[in-house]
């Protein structure tokens, strides 16, 4: 427990300062939103505070923690709601933000706003922080007139496909580990047990079992060539993530991706979920169809589906609705289809879109389970089959020497 001067306004536009006891200076910020308040500042009251190691390490690659970027939406909305003036509002977070990176680009969209620029445009100047999609629905509300509302959309957004996100990492964490500890295993009993066993089953003179001699082989050439391998492999890696950068590139990895038992329908899942949510929230905002499409392809996060946008973009300049068109593509399911094709006639898109949505995030969450579930039998192969290559190896030459001294 620390205690943070603040500075603050209040629901009339009041300034105030004053000490709170708070945990950290988002529980702070909490205390103050439920005291009604709008903090412009808050500040640990001792010296030596620092930021974290990994606001340095952020701040250095040029990245804003998700949170961030949440806190930042969310007192963004709340003194727009509050009739503060944009320019003050940016000045507030400029001070508050407590993000290096994020602070910075705060200072320069401050410096546009007041040139004359309108905020989407501002933000769009800044996109490894302010996505596409974020600029889109900020510059619709802008026409619309409603930039509180969509930023409580964009708000939920962004913190449902954080939950996502955070539930697919924490379904791979626990594998991730494993494959790592596999891989050193392998590493170790490679190079230094199979050396031990090479110089006694040589001596002998028998006829080494095939696993012996690939143990044997690949020790050679790990301890002659591992600057070739090593070479090799980073070559490997860095044509790939080059390669990954285009636009063909992305396609080939997602529709690989989509094609793998178990992980492929996650996939799949999660795009519906997303492309479903920010549609429909598109469409609330006051975003055209085309328009919205055009911003799905972008935000979608799959290259293989996002293709599928062109196609449905083209039948709709046509005069085509939207269902049918989908028909056609590959990777929407019938229930989206079905449901869109519903929405179109009663005339409620949005809605439907939103029911959609909900289905598919319960959907993630048993697919998340599935891929849980399926990975650990296939660890267990794994490393049943790295076990049993060693014991063959080591085990079957000892095997036919002791039947040699027997005799």
């Known amino acids: 427990m620390a205690t943070y001067r603040y500075n603050a306004i209040d629901e009339t536009g009041n300034s105030l300062s004053g000490t709170l006891d708070a945990e950290s200076i988002q529980n702070a910020n909490a205390i103050l939103g439920a005291r009604g308040l709008i903090p412009t500042e808050i500040r640990e009251d001792k010296e030596g505070g620092g930021e974290s190691l990994m606001d340095k390490i952020n701040a250095m690659i040029g990245g804003v923690k998700i949170r961030d970027l949440i806190l930042f939406t969310k007192q963004f909305r709340s003194m727009l709601n509050a009739g503060v003036p944009i320019i003050r509002v940016l000045q507030v977070l400029e001070t508050q933000t407590e993000s290096d990176v994020l602070r910075r680009a705060v200072t320069a969209i401050l410096a546009e706003v007041r040139q004359g620029s309108t905020l989407s445009d501002a933000f769009a100047k800044h996109p490894k922080i302010f996505s596409h999609l974020y600029c889109s629905m900020v510059r619709a509300g802008e026409m619309s007139g409603s930039v509180p509302s969509v ?75 591992w600057y070739v391998i090593l070479g090799i492999l980073f070559a490997i890696i860095f044509g ?102 519903i929405g179109e006639e009663s005339g409620n898109i949005d809605e439907m879109l939103r029911e959609i949505s909900k289905h598919y995030d319960e959907e993630v969450e048993y697919a998340v389970k599935a891929l849980s579930e399926a990975i650990g039998p296939i660890l267990i192969v794994g490393l049943a089959a790295v076990i049993g290559f060693f014991a063959l190896a080591i085990y079957m030459p000892m095997w036919d020497m002791t039947k040699m001294v027997k005799k």
């Open 240 to 341: 790939l993530r080059q390669y990954f950068k285009t636009q063909n590139g992305k396609f080939v990895r997602d529709s690989f991706l989509l094609n793998i038992p178990v992980l492929g329908p996650l996939m799949q899942k999660a795009a519906m979920s997303r492309f479903s949510s920010i549609f429909a929230i598109l469409q609330t905002s006051g975003v055209s169809v085309m328009q919205s499409l055009t911003i799905l392809s972008d935000t979608i996060g799959n290259a293989a589906i996002a293709n599928s946008f062109d196609h449905i973009k083209a039948k709709i300049e046509q005069g085509s609705g939207i269902a049918a068109p989908m028909k056609t593509a590959k990777y929407f399911p019938p229930m989206v289809i079905d449901m869109i094709a």
């Open 151 to 225: 930023l409580d959309r964009l708000i939920y957004i962004i913190e449902h496909e954080a939950k996502i996100k955070a539930d697919i990492k924490s379904a791979l964490q626990y594998p991730i580990m494993v494959l790592i500890a596999l891989g050193i295993a392998f590493f170790v009993l490679l190079t230094f047990v199979i050396p031990q066993f090479t110089a006694m089953f040589t001596k002998t003179g028998l006829e080494l079992p095939l696993p012996t001699k690939i143990a044997i082989l690949m020790n050679a050439y790990l301890k002659n060539y």
